[in-house]
Each structure stands twice: as C-alpha cells, then as structure tokens.
C-alpha cells in the first residue's frame, strides 16, 4: 500500500515548532522514509501563527499536497485554523494546556506537562518533545532514531535538558503508541544508502563550497540569508572570507573586488536588495569579472511578503542593468539541482567572465527535500582563473574569436591589470574610440553564443507525444511534476517540460522539448506569466493557458489539477 | 628610489591647470621613493576627474562606479592582503554617493589608503555643488547658493576613530608627497584628502584661495594627532585657517587580522574544491 | 493633554517585552501632552520591528523601504511643511543600509525628527550583527564574534552639528516622553536615539544591562549641550557609564527656509498649469 | 531649390565651440530657415576634441545627415578629422593661427584676431564671433539677428564684451561675404509663426512645468542633467522645490515622500542611477504614489560611454523592480512629443497612482529642432490629487473596478493616511492574509487595463500598404522617418510606423499599425533589438531584419538607407 501521510505541526511563533520539527523529520528519514519538510511563517519573531508541515511517504517526493492527516496542535489556532484541513481518518495531538475546543468526533492524543514531565521545570521540552515522540509512537515507527537525533541537537544544551527531551519523547511515544491509526510505518526499514534531508538553499551553499567558493559577502535579507548563514557557519573550517556588508551594493562591489583580485566569489540578496546591486551587475558585466549572485524571490512588489514565495523576478533579472550586458540565468528546482547548478555558475562566470545568477525563492530556500549522497557528486578540480596564454604587453581585453580574453590576477606576475566601467580598449584604459566601442560591445555579447551551447536545463516527464505540456522553472517542478504523474495516472496523458537554465535562453533544446504538443500550459509562481513572455520573445510558442498563483505559497498538486479543469 | 617613468600611464583628459596634475606628480614621486612597484600596487577608483587618475599611472588598475571604491578595494585587500591598495575618490564620489561606504570603511579598519580629491565641486559632470562645496557656493542647479554647510568629513573620520587621517593640498607638493608617503605606510585604514583646486568650474576655492589659508598642522606647538579631542577641533577647523598635516591617528586591529582565512595567502593560492562527504555529513 | 484612545492602532506583532512597547507608550504620551492629532502627524517608517511602529499608532504612516527613511520624510516636509513629520528607523536601518542619508540629513536640517530604535541588532531579519552591536557580538553569520568596533553615531551627529541630538532608553519611560516632546517641538532635524532591548535577540544589551549603564546627562554638574567638546565627549562616552538625555544642540536654519516656494504654504495647494508663452520665451 | 547645408563646428573642449554655436543657429531659425542643431562632445571639460553640427534647410528637420558643407574649425584637429566629410563644394572658414594645414584646392576663409579684433584683449571671443559671422557672410544670409542674438546672450557680460562680439561678428561677415559660395540664404524671410529652437530636455521639462510640476530631485548624471538644469534655472520664478540629493536612492525616495504628501513630483537619471531607483520604483507601484521618472540613457553597459546616446535601457525600464508592478514608459521622439507626453505622463501618474517613466537619450536630450510655439499647447488643467468620494472610515487602497483607489493628502482633511510598502489591507496596513494579497496585486496590476486605452502614440509616415515598414520608437523618430521619405522618393515605397508610448503595450494599436507589411524592419540604437523582443512578445509579430547601431552616435539617415542594401 502506498503510503502518503501529511503531518501539520502548528503553533505560535518562538514556541519552538521549527526546534521540534526537524529531528522529527530526520528520525523519519533515518528509517527509511521519504520525508518533505515545508516551512511557513510570517513576518514576525513571536506570538504570530505559524506551521510545519511533515510528507511522508514511501516514494520521492518533490511537492508538498493538500489535506492533513496528523494535527500537532501547540496552540488553540492551529486547531482552529487549520481543522477544516483534517482527512477523514486524520488524528489530532494537542498541547492539552492551550487547546481548549476540539472538532467533535476526531481521535485525539492529549499531552500535558504533567503526564510527560511531572514535576519538572522543563517548560515548553515537554510537550515538543513528546509530540515528536507521539508522531512516532501513532505511526507504529521506530523511536530510537528520535531519540539519538534529539540527543544530538541539545547535547550543548546540557545533560538535562537532553533527559527532559529523551524522557518527555518517549512518554509521548507510549502515550500514543496505543491509539489507533489507519496506517503504520513499523514495516520500515533504514535504507542501504543513508539518506538526508536538506534545503534547497543548504545544497546551494554546499554546491558553492565544493566547487571552492572562498568569499561571499552580503546583507541579510529573507529568503538569501540561508545562503549566507549555511556558508558563515563553514566559513573557518572551510578558509571563507565572509563579510557583512552595511548595504546591498557594498555587498555586491566587495565581491566584484575580491574576485578582480582572485578570489572565487560570491554575493547574493532578495529582490528589493538585488535592485541595489543592478548597477554593479553591469560593473561585472562591464569589467569581465566573474561573480556567482544568488538572487532568492520573495513576493512583491517592493516590500511585499517578506516570509513567502513567488517566482516574480525572472523578467528583472534577465534584463537588469543598463544597455545590453551578458549574463546567465539559472534556477534549480530540487536541492540537487541547486548543488549542481550552483557549481555550474562558478563554472560559467568563471570562463566566461561574467555574472551568474542562481535565482531561487523562498519556497526552494527553505523546504527541505529527501536525497540520497550519490545525488551530490564530487566536484571536478577547474583550471585556476588566470591559465592560458596572454599577450605581452599584456591585454585584460584583448580582442578573441570566442569574447573570452586571458584573465590574469594583479599581483601574480609583472604584467599590470587594468579593469574599466567606461568603455575601453584591449588594455583596459578608457576610449572614446566609437570603432573599438562596437567591436569591444560584441566582444562581450559574443560570450554568449559560446555559452549558451553549454545550456541545456531540461527536465522531463511522461511521453514525448503527450497531446498535454505542463511547462514550468525553478521550484515549481516538485509540484508541477506530480500533477503530471497524477495526471497520466488518471488517464489524461501529460508531459512535464521543466527548464533550470534560462539565460541566454536555450532555444534550441527549449524548442525541441515544448513544440509538438497539442496544448501548452505554463505554470508559474506570478501574476503576468513571465516565463511564457520570455518563450514567446524567443520561440514564437506562446502558453495556450497559464496556471498562475501569486498569493505567497508554493503550488500544490491539487491546486495545479484544479486550476487545469475545463482547460484540458 | 625607483625611476618615475616606471609609472608612466596614458596621456590625461584633465584641464590644463588642473589640481590633479601636481597630485599626480606627488603620488608617483612618493611611489618611486618608497619603491612600490607598479605590479605591487592596486588603484581603485570612481567616476569623475578623479577616476581617470588610475589610467594615467601605470599601476593594476579597477576603474569602478562612482561612489563605490571603498568596497571594491576592500573585497580586492580581502581576497589578496599582498596587493598595496589605494582607493581614489572625489569629495562627490566618496562623501555623496558613497558616503555609506566611508562610514562602513572607518568602522571595519582595512590597511587600504584611500585619497579624496577634494575639489568641493562635481567636476566631470560640469559644476554642481558636492557635499564639501562651501555654504553660497553658486551653481547652475541652486542659483541662490548651496543652502547648507559642507560635510565636516575628517571630523566625521575621527569621530569614528578612523586609524589615520590627514589632509593635503595640490598646491603644496613636497608636502603632499611626505603625506602620501605615510599614508601608503600607514597599517591600517588611512583617509587622506586633498585639496585640489578645480580650475574649470570651481572660481572660489582656487590655489590661491587655498594658498592664503592652509597651514601645516605639525607646525602647531605640540600638535599631538593622538590626542582625539585635538584632532576633533583641527578636523574641525575651516574658513580662515586651514590644516593640512597629519590630522590624526590611532593604532587599531585591522580587517585582515579578523579573517583567519587570509593567513594563509591570498585566496587565489587556496582555490580548491572541497570533498563532497564532509560537506553533507551534517545532513543526515 | 488629549486622550491616549486617540492614538490607538492595529495589533501589534512585536515579541512580549520587546523594548518597543514602553517607547509606543511614552511616545503616544507626549503626543498627547502636546496635543498633536493624528490627523497632523507624519509617521515615515523604513523595514525593521521599528518600521512597524507606525501602524501601531493612529497618524497618517509612510511604511516605506529598509533604510530610506529620510528621504522619504525629508520630501514630505518640503511638500507640505504644516506636517510634523517624525521618522522612525531601526539601527541597521538608519546606520546601516541608510546610512548615506543619515550624513545628508544632517547637513540639510530639515525641521524633522528622527527617532532611531537601537537594540544593536537586526531583530526582524532574526538577530544578525548591526552597525551598532558591539565588538565581539556572536552571531549565526558571525560566530567569531562582530570584529570590528561599533558606528559612533551620536558623534557623528554632533560632529555635523546636528541641530538637535539625544538619546533615551525605553526602560525609562517618563525620562523618555520628555525627550521625545523636546525633540518634536525643536526647530530643525532632532536625532533621538533610543536604547531598545530586543528580548529574542540580544541576550547582552538587555534592559538590565542598560540599567546598569545608563544615567541621565542633565544631571552631570553644569552639563551645557551647547558646548561642542563636552558634547563630542558625551556622544563618544559608551560602556561603563552611558549617557541619556540632551547630548547637544546647536541653532541651525532649517532646509525649509532655502525654498522659496514654500513660503506659499503645501505644494498641493499650488498645484497649478502654467502658461505655455511665457515657458517658452527664451527660446526663440 | 531645396536648400540643405550641414555645418560644422568643432575645436577642443573649453574653446567655447558650444557657446557660440546656438547664437548662430538662433540667428538662422529668426531669419527664417530651418534648423537642426547637435552636439557631439567626449567625456572630458577640456582639451578632447568636440563639435557641433547645425543643418540647416528650408523644410523641417528631424534627423542630421552625413556631409559636411561648411566645416568652421577652431583647432587643426578639426580639419584633420572632418576633412573627409567635406562635399565637394564644401568651404572652410578657420581660425589661422591654429588651424595651419589645409586640404589643398578647397576654398576657406582665414580668421585671425589680428583682423577680427585688432589691438584687443579680447582672447577666443574674436575668432568666435568672427566665425559666426562668417558662416551668414557665406550665405548671404541677414547678420541682423545674430547681433541682436550676441547682444542679448552677452548682455550680463558687460558692455566691453558685447562690442567685442559685436565688432568681431559684422568684421567676419564681411570678410566672407565676398567668398563665392553655391546657395545663398539672402532670400530667407522671417517666419509669420516665430520658431523657436529647443532641445528635446528643455521640451521635456517645459512640459513639466506646464503640467504643474513644482517637486523636483535628482543627482547629476549625464545626460539627465539638462533636465534638471532646465528645472532648476525656472526654479525660483515658477515655485518648484529643486532638491540636489546624495544619492539616486535618495532621489526618488525623497520624490516620493514629496508625491505621498502631495506635490506633483518628477526624478530623474541616467541608466546607472536608474539602477538605483528601481527599488524604490517598486515602492511607489506598491504605495501607489504618482511618479514621474525621466530615464536619460547613454551607452552600457555601466559607465559606457557617459556623453554619447544609445536606446538600450528599454527592456530594463520594462521590469525593473521585484515583482509584478505596473508602471507606464512613454519615450518622445521629437521635443514636441516630449512636451506632450510630459504632461501625459504627470496625468497618467496621477490617474492612475503609479510611476510613469519618460524614456529619452543623449541624442533627444541635447539635440535642439526648431519648432513653431503651436507645436505646444496650452495644457488643460487638471482635477487636484484628492478629488473623488473616499469612504468613512477612509481607506487607501480601497477595492474598485478600476483599480483606482480614491486617493487623500495627509494633513488635509480628518482622515489619516496610511501607505505600506509591505501588502497591506485596503485601509493600508501590513497584513498576511493571503486572500487580502492576491486582490491587492490583481486590484494594482488591473490599472494597467485602463490606462492601455488610453495609449497610442504611433507616428506614421507612408502608405498604409507598403511592403517595407521601417519601425522604430523614441529618439530614432527623425532619421528613420527621413529614410523612409528618401526610400519613397526614390520609388520604394516604404512606411515608417514609430511608437512612443511603449508600456503598457498598446497591442492592438501597435498590431494595426505594423501587420499586413510584408518585410517589417526594426530600426534601434542598440545591439539585442529590445523594441523587437518586446514587438514579438507581446503581438507575436517578429522583424524580418534588424538594423542597430551602438557605436554611441545617432542614426543618420544614410546609414539607416545602407544597411538596409541588400535586404530590401
Ligand atoms: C550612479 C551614478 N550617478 C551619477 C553619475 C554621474 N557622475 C559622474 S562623476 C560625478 C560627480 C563627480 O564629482 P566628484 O566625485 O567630486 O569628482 P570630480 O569630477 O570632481 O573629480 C557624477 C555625479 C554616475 N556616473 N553614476
Ligand atoms: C534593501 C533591503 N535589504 C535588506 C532587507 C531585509 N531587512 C529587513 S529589516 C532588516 C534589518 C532590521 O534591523 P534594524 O534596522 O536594526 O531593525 P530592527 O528589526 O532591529 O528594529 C533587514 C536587513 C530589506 N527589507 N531591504
Ligand atoms: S573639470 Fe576641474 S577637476 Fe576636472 S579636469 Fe578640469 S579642472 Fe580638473
Ligand atoms: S525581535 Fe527583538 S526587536 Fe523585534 S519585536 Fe522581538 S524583541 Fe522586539
Ligand atoms: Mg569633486
Ligand atoms: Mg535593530
């Protein structure tokens, strides 16, 4: 039997529903579960209502779905908020202190401080923990796994509060192990290659290290702060330079600077910081450095959503900055696509000598998907930046078939280094030589032709005649990939087409994989449908429908088959 | 001392006259004395007069955006702490649209030497008020005069501790190549601006304007640039007299010292890619 | 005194004992001591916990973008100078990201008051180092601790002759009412600076930690905040002893004077077509 | 006999080439011909070399040609880089002690001090005002008007140095008379409409003005400045606030603040400030607070080439900014249409809440046209900024049909005034509701489907059926339309179809206009195509060829009539 269980732990914000929810993953995971880990929060530090959500199944999964099955209720508006959610047979566990009204008639597991921790001081460990252990214990799955892994996150909160945590798990554990459920997990079994579970925003960072990432600098700001915080809390294992910037386009210039002078650099924000940093993308441009910028979408405009996601900022990016200046365009969609493809845009800027953009969002930053190891390669050594033949005297600019010229480092030999923002010559000085302005322009844009041979980003599902496409990019593919597989299940034939790399748009691959089919819906995270703009600017194919969402959450599988009604 | 030509760059776009041409003169005659060769040395710059400076010098060389030199040269100084830096401003570049920038900078400390050509107008743009243009100054733009006073930017400097701060004068050379000597030398952060008469669309702060009322600070009985509420009323001091000199100074830890990273070498040396199985192990 | 229910605004979001709640509630306090209506107050806010302030608070509200405060409040005043325009900015806001404006503002002296909420962290991005954490501060990005000495800012406003400059400390309340009804009825930019413990974040700037630091300038034996030197050495004190109250002031002209059109009242009462013969005279 | 005589006058920055360059081509347009005037200079205030070109004709002008009929040098430089151009009637007039190598057996008229000015301390003004004298000597043409042209320009000079200029000019119309030359001017009589000879920028800002601008800030960048310039010498006497800013950011931040509280407000920049502004763009979208941005480009990418003119900002105006967001770009092709659409785009702003942008370039900005004073109407007066009902208790971003919420000033009126850049409820609060967002967004991006009705802005020139349409928008106007005149002429029907108001994409128009040609060919200032990519996105419609120019200089006619060899 298939199985595919939604648990939903909710409560106030600061009363540690993120804390818990991890280890009660992971355990999952550890014994041979296939788990999706969903945050969604708001805009505020404490009191506000948020929720985690817990898929489990036994097959991948990419996408989180409607419907709960399990309710961890910390506080009375989970329940309230989210009762009408519950399935048939779906199972509430409440903190018996702060829920007081519960749906009549649904099976419920109390807890109380009392029962689990009687005589303690251990405060809100009781009833987290236990919840962990009550999930476990309704599940008929195995506890041991809960209890290393919570050992190991509170073993630097001391002896104590790792036996509140063992001892509260595991009444809780017992608590529920007696209740009835439709489904057990006891038939489990840790799988043969150990499997993780991590964010999209995790791998990103983890991809940047392997590939030698060896200085970032950035301001925070929601969702990108992932990134900086997974790379800040490697930074002296790993020989990263990591600054703190006081502004956006501090951040991006210290990293034009730094990987002028050499470094493998990085910098990244959100939207609203990435407009600070547009100037300074055509300085990259401009001056052939290479530079990685994660650009991580949040809902706008301006302010916007600061918590939520959305896929709005793919039309920025693609033409940010003045005049006509060569860039790349990638956008992963699961963790291992995000490892990857963060190692191919060090790749990339750095052969090209250009920028890269990673555009992810929040929805891809912060849900944490199931992998196994082998979905993250070893990264291959790359030349060092400044190999190959130049010219003596020497040309940073010099005119080549390709647009790519010989990069050298200042510092690393007796030649100098000279990098320009006005238009320049070969050398690097300023000119006002309209003749060498034209070829230098093409110079520059001519990278992409080369470049855009190494794209190819496309991933897909279901027959290649399917008279249905569902086309979509970045992180919509988890959910839009099973709403495919839904579909060809019902009996309606689909195809997912999923691009990851969109700039210089691959036409030619994109052509072959999106022409043919009878009716074409892209499904996309904005208001106007920017993907579709963008394939009609340069294919001629235009969406015969768009399935569009724009309220700050992630698409569902569901939302995706309903909205696709009386269109297929 | 090495040979001046060493430094030769390309020929200059700047006015006949102008307060950029002894400055440039002082800059590589105390280039040569401390014997900074052109490959040991990074130029940084904007955009405005001041910008092209770089061009003119043979020197590694990053001609950025206005206002933005004090980060390029602080990611450069990060990812290589062999490379001498030199960040090159105008007062509009580095006290207007880049005045965030300099804050940040004072605070964080990097051993870079940054030097403001302080023209106290926007010359490369033809003639507008800068924040260090005089209170009345007239322009195109604000016929009646700038309303407000100028930024009291060494003030600001030691206000946040800036390690090293002074301030020369085009006009006064010798002088001036002494500054940029201990400036260069200087471990640590080192603000120096310089006035650098505007020929072109400054009429009022003109050499000899300038010339009536500079004076060297060291000459002060007893000046001590350590002394911070000394150096306070002398950054503060504009109008009749004008200081010139070492302002002030204080030793302070510098950024480099903060990244253990750059103790060994600079970053280009230590590209690698990393093994995948440590990356994850936290993961599972 | 007007009624406080007059101030009230939506639900607030901050975390329980968040120092921004007693600085809400002395705030509305001197509003209502001066009679001000919230049909007269301006509230420009940027994106932070404090950019939330104004919708906490009945008053027209200007929740803008992260650092931009004064801009935004600097051009509502010269569009309608019947406004009291108060303009509320976090630390990482104001001294960080807006920081360039902050040196602006001061040098405009717009009749406008700033009121920046310090807890010496970035609370609603969830606990990063900002530009007033101080030295050794550990955080997620900087496990090491914050490396580099904090923005000196009050000094920096006294050394730009900032017209009007202060700070409090929102575990003292009455102290705090009288501050911020001195800096709304002063003539020029008012910068008050107010020491905010963030409860979520900054387990080491606490309100106890304050406590023990803080005293009240105005009792220092013939303290003048008109005295520059003592100011500058007020605004430099932090640490063992911290002082509140009225640091320094200075007599300034206001931006508003230097625009003429202003004379005529609000620029939406002048809103007018013009004649085309007249514009295009010098042309012909 | 069509009279058509290009003039050039060149010599090194700082000779006062620009200074006396519009006494002559106002003493032209007074006596009666026609007159295009255009600057070229480096990005340097002395020394570089720089020169201006006055054409002058008896029809009107929109666009410079090649060819040189008379070629004014104050420097040999001059000589040596324009001899080339000369026709072959072409005449030289020269300043002899500086100019000393001539093409042989050309005619040319020496000028010397020593002759001009004899015993005077009267430095460049001699050979300046010699030289314009000389040109309307050469012509035959009335050296009335420039006197009184010399005597104006230089009255606050003093008395001394309008009797230098006074003397100096008749001296060298006299000495130039007597020089054979192919046409004469002498039949010119003084139009019965006055003409007026002005600037795409100063037309732009007079548009401004009239519209009832009085908020205006900015940051100096070339060529934007003449925007404000224009502002700011008018200031005073027209009750505008002209605020000089630190920043960009601060710019259209402050422009905001002055809108929200009511002022009818305008910024402006040139591309790499526009970077600046962008997250502020999305604030006044999402705050819904008019605004009027003009965007000045130059050529890219980064500090490019800062005196010189391209078209390649568009697709970036287009998306600036996170997130969906409505804005409005119109860019004028003629001073006239940059006056009308100023006022169109302060009544856009204003009707609809939201930026809009005048999109011009250097080659707009600087080059002045000659225009009669009916070209610019007197503007209609406009409803004040809060009119309308507004319910009790007021709501800012109230939900209507159109979009449009009725909009209040704070401080007049009982009501308070709430504006948010996070999404907020229609009384203007931030909020998380999800349901709330989503109208929020449609009721913002709803605007757009007003305000596209109300755009047009196609100019045509040519049968509506001929099989070559040439299109183009903003600055390119003047040469493409007179290329299509010349291909017309010379029997190849052809038809110029121009769009100036770009955004929202007027579909419907644009597609009338431009389906139904049978080889349609994009004519822009830039090397990607950006008016083709947005043409094909938006319509499907796609150029059969391109042809660009990014060399930093305008289009010419001639060179638009050469690239299209070949494929016409
Ligand atoms: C973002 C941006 N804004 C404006 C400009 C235009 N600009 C170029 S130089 C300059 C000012 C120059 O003044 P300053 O920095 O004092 O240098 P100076 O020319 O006087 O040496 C300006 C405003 C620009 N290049 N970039
Ligand atoms: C341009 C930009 N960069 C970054 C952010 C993210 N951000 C929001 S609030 C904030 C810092 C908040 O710190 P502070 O200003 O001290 O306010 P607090 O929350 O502590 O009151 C940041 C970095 C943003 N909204 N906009
Ligand atoms: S404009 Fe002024 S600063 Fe620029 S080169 Fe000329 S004299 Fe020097
Ligand atoms: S995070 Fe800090 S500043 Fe923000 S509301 Fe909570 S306690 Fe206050
Ligand atoms: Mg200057
Ligand atoms: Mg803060």
């Known amino acids: 039997m298939a199985i595919d269980l939604n648990i939903l732990i909710g409560g106030a914000a600061g009363q540690g529903v993120h804390a818990i929810t991890l280890p009660l993953a992971k355990a999952l995971v550890r014994q041979g579960a296939q788990v999706l880990f969903v945050q969604d929060y708001q805009s505020r530090i404490r009191g506000g209502h948020l929720f985690n959500q817990i898929r489990v199944a036994d097959r991948p999964l990419m996408a989180s779905r409607e419907g709960v099955d399990l309710l961890v209720a910390l506080n009375q508006e989970t329940v309230t908020l989210h009762q009408a959610e519950l399935s048939p047979e779906g199972v509430i566990i409440y903190d018996a202190a702060r829920v007081k009204e519960l749906p009549a008639g649904r099976p419920a597991v109390a807890l109380t401080h009392e029962a689990l921790l009687p005589g303690t001081q251990a405060g809100e460990i009781a009833v987290n923990a236990g919840a962990c252990g009550a999930v476990l214990g309704l599940f008929k799955a195995s506890l041991a796994p809960l209890l290393t892994l919570l050992t190991e996150t509170f073993a630097d909160k001391g002896a104590q509060v790792v036996e509140w945590n063992l001892k509260a798990a595991t009444r809780g554990y017992e608590l529920a192990k007696t209740q009835g459920f439709r489904v057990s997990l006891a038939y489990l079994t840790p799988p043969s290659k150990p499997r993780l579970l991590i964010s999209g925003h995790e791998a990103l960072a983890l991809g940047a290290l392997a590939a030698g990432l060896n200085f970032i600098s950035g301001y925070p700001m929601t969702p990108w702060t992932s990134v900086l915080n997974t790379i800040g809390q490697r930074a002296v294992r790993w020989g990263v330079v990591v600054e703190q910037a006081e502004d956006e386009i501090a951040a991006i210039n210290m990293a034009i600077g730094a990987s002028y002078a050499g470094a493998r650099a990085m910098t990244g924000t959100s939207g609203g910081g990435f407009c600070l940093m547009t100037e300074a993308l055509g300085l990259a441009a401009m001056t052939e450095t290479p530079l990685v910028i994660v650009e991580a979408m949040r809902p706008g405009p301006s302010t916007g959503l600061p918590t939520r996601t959305e896929q709005g900022d793919l039309s920025f990016v693609l033409y940010a900055g003045q005049g006509d200046s060569p860039r790349a365009v990638l956008a992963p969609g699961t963790p291992a696509q995000g490892f990857a493809l963060a190692v191919k845009a060090f790749h990339l800027a750095e052969r090209y000598q250009i920028p890269v953009f990673l555009l992810t969002d929040q929805y891809f930053g912060d849900t944490q998907f199931t992998h196994t190891a082998s979905e993250f390669p070893e990264v291959q050594a790359q030349p060092a930046p400044a190999s190959g033949p130049a010219s003596d005297p020497y040309e940073r600019y010099a005119f080549t078939e390709s647009g790519i010229s010989p990069r050298r480092l200042p510092g690393f030999g007796p030649q100098v280094v000279v990098a320009d923002s006005d238009e320049h010559t070969p050398d690097g000085h300023l000119t006002e030589d309209l003749t060498v302005r034209v070829k230098m322009h093409d110079k520059r844009l001519r990278k992409l032709e080369t470049l855009v041979q190494e794209l190819n980003g496309i991933t897909t599902v279901g027959a290649a005649d399917a008279p249905l496409t569902l086309a979509c990019w970045g992180s919509s593919l988890g959910p839009v990939a099973e709403a495919v597989d839904r579909l060809n299940e019902s009996g309606t034939p689909a195809r997912l087409v999923h691009l990851s790399e969109l700039w210089p748009f691959p036409r030619a691959v994109a052509t072959a994989a999106l022409s043919g089919t009878k009716k074409l819906v892209l499904v996309e995270m904005n208001a106007t449908g920017q993907l579709n703009r963008l394939l009609r600017q340069e294919t001629g194919l235009a969406a015969d429908h768009l399935v569009l969402k724009y309220d700050g959450t992630p698409f569902t599988p569901e939302y995706i088959l309903k909205e696709l009604k009386g269109h297929i | ?284």
């Open chain 2, 1 to 284: 001392m090495l040979p001046l030509e060493l430094y030769n760059g390309i020929e200059s776009a700047w006015c006949p006259g102008c307060g950029n041409f002894p400055m440039l003169k002082a800059f590589k005659q105390a280039l040569a004395e401390l014997e900074v060769r052109p490959e040991e040395l990074l130029l940084v710059s904007g955009i405005g007069q001041s910008g092209k400076f770089p061009h003119y010098l043979k020197c590694h060389t990053f001609n950025g955006l206005h206002g933005r030199t004090l980060p390029v040269a602080t990611g450069a100084r990060l990812a290589n702490p062999a490379l001498k830096v030199v960040a090159v401003a105008g007062d509009g570049d580095c006290y207007g649209e880049g005045g965030n920038h300099l804050l940040a900078t004072l605070r964080r400390n990097p051993d870079l030497t940054l030097v403001v050509h302080n023209n106290q107008v926007y010359g490369l743009t033809k003639g507008q008020a800068s924040p260090t243009s005089d209170q009345g100054f007239k322009t195109v733009l604000q016929p009646a005069g700038v309303p407000y006073p100028p930024l009291h930017a060494l003030a600001l400097a030691v206000a946040q501790d800036g390690s090293w701060v002074g301030r020369g004068f085009a006009g006064d050379g010798e002088h001036l190549t002494g500054l940029y000597k201990q400036a260069l030398t200087h471990q640590g952060f080192s603000l120096l601006e310089v006035l650098q008469p505007c020929v072109s669309f400054n009429k009022v702060n003109t050499y000899e304007w300038y010339r009536q009322r500079v004076y060297r600070v060291e000459a002060e009985p007893g000046y001590d640039p350590e002394n911070e509420l000394w150096a306070y009323q002398k950054a503060k001091e504009w109008g009749e007299r004008i200081p010139i000199g070492v302002i002030y100074r204080k030793t302070r830890p510098t950024l480099e010292e903060a990244h253990p990273a750059l103790r060994a070498g600079p970053l280009a040396s230590q590209i690698t890619t990393r093994p995948i199985n440590q990356l994850l192990a936290d993961f599972f």
